[in-house]
């Protein structure tokens, strides 16, 4: 663990460098170094758990001082009932998930005895930049080393102590193993994160996980690939055919199920047709919820006046309300709403309700998001309601991963290739008046090392 | 094609908007239209052969009254016997391969009624920055439609009346098809780069196709990923228990095969036991190459004095020298080749020369490289030597593609998921008391839409 009072950029870059150094020894060890390792992470952490709720009080305490807001203060908080534990279970929970490495996607003969493969591994040192929630620090943790990665840990000054302890406590149990203790870091609130980010030398990728400024900016400032997703403006669209009952059902749980969530929708689409049916059904349903509708003059119209209804701007249906407020627009087609998704929404879920298959194959195959659903609440866009196993996160990127991102998100591959032939291979046995590539495919069981 | 005098941002905006635009219309066209696209463009192409070799006649004449190099003029020349034709048939090429989009990677039932698909689809809209090549335009053009992808062409100044001669012919023959006409633009000399590369908003993948300082700089220079590698540093390390004849293969073709490409050996690395047996042997076959050998104190100790025998400094093990140069250090193990090369290389392509399969899986699993080789040449490292196909580019990336990336290199996924349950799917016909997620895997034959 860095020294919490070190922010000068020689510091990240000592940091990075250690990172680095211990995803490169790590490479050499056998796979089941790292699940004994997240064994012992969880029995140091169970262990040890009156200790990390008194460093997590003096968080809370200082949060309740300050000015955070009672939901961060939430966040922060490790002693809610459950809430250690299910850190724990989520421990046990990344262990028993398949192992991401060493799988072969594509296997080849070049030539007689000239083999080529494509093996999975990770992807190096990943940087993780949280705010409030201190057991990020453990559950990243555990995705990393299950995957390979090693991790450097930036977290807000709201957790310092909870996060500055967990992570001194995984060090311990890294030390009890032969993962190298620089495997997993945490780097403490003084560091700047900007010198973190100009570590492109040592650090693949990085993964922010907060709200839109934090992920913007860091967007903005670093030439590290990142992932994860700023906004989600997120939209469901009542087409022609679509049932009342599965409108009133996709719209009103996409909304209300979970306001803050990034997979909210926060713009609903209706075809003129409904303006008369299913359009009010589905706007009373809203309003019982206390939703505020954000109206253009079409859907307006067709309304009786409430409190709740109001007139809506174009920069409404740009934006990510985070609560009970939706912003409503009339249009004459499927591909008339497709085409204002593409570009209005932030490419991450958005979901139609319809009848039509032609209507269905318009929106899977026109619409530019992660997640394309018909007849469905724009809720399920999540790692496990997926079956993923786990959530690393979810990605609006359009390269690497989209969308719910589970343990494979965090490998790459790299090509192995071995000649078992006398004097070795060379292209100009192929090439140039030399034999042929034979090119045939070959089974992707093992990796050849 | 966009105007070749226009050099504003806002034009920058407009291309990019155009191929946004030409991109998400083209996602509902039936995929055949794409083969009947570089079909239209090569007869295209073809009966315009005089009119193009006219105006790169007169980049070649430029180029010779101007500074450009030898070479580099001569990569401008589509005169060349036989060069256009191969230009042509590398259209039908990738016309034959099969289609990287379409195709189901993940598919669950998250419940009955309730499927999940994971589909690859085009990345959306590519930014390719070329140099002197004028037949990128066409090589581009022709892997972008065939993967799905708009793309919007920068060349240099070099290849101006040909590059914008091809495009504009590319565009004729999108006309008489189905896809839209500017989903392959091309932007003349005068439009800034920045301006492009400023365009996040519209643009997916940006692809430099060029010299160090091209990608150097563009790296430096925007928030879009960039696919590509801007060195090849590759090493090869002879080890301890190597073969005399596999050492001198190996090491001579890496180094002389084409010294001016990204995978050719730039460092050679020997174990500490050959001093006085292999290395004078790789040495002479080196020198009779006229190869300059750059070597530490201990490897320059073992040779007869030469004049192409010098002392290396320490930047000599960073530096791509693209040329008759290699330099050459003394190791006393696997691992410290593997820690040498970790550190100074582009994690490109390194070999080992041995016969200890325990050195094998040191190399293979420790080396932070895209192309891991036992025992074959560096010059190995290229798409269409591994049976990909085609070669969009070599990537020394760590996420989304790595080493040799063929088409598969220009798709990411969405998911699609679809309800056919009466009322439509929630979260909460699973959760909170609902039923249970079943999360039983599906066939992934064709994607459901």
Redesign the interface.
Known sequence: MSDPSSSSSSSAESIAIAARRA??AS??LPITERDRALTAIRSRLESAKSDVLVANKKDMDAARNGELSKSLVSRLDLSRPGKYESMLQGISDVAALPVPTGIVTFA?E?GPG?E?Q?VTCP??VLLVIFEARPEVVVNIAALAIKSGNAAILKGGKESLHTATLLSHLISEALATTSVPPAFVQSVATRSEISSLLAQDRYI??VMPRGGNELVRSI??ST?I?V?GHADGICAVYIDESA?E??AV??VV?SKI?YMAACNAAETLLIHQSLLSTIWPKVASALIEQSVTLKCDPASLAALSPSDLIVPSSEQDYYTEFLGPTLAVKVVASVSEA??HI?SHSSHHTDSI?TESEES???????L??????????T???DGT???LGTEVGIST????A???VGLDGLV?????????????????D?EKGGGK?T?QDLPTQA???
């Open positions: 995803f490169e490479q050499l080849k070049l000239l080529l494509r992807v190096g693949d990728l967007q903005n030439r690939p992932m049932q009952e599965t059902r996709v749980e199920d497709i085409k593409n309700v269905m194959s318009a929106w899977c195959r026109g530019d998001s992660a997640n394309c659903y018909i007849n469905a609440s809720r399920f866009a309601r997926y079956g990127g359009k390269t690497h989209r969308g719910p790459i591959y790299k090509y192995m290739m071995r000649s078992k032939k006398q004097g070795g291979s060379v292209i100009a192929y590539y090119h990796p050849m090392f």
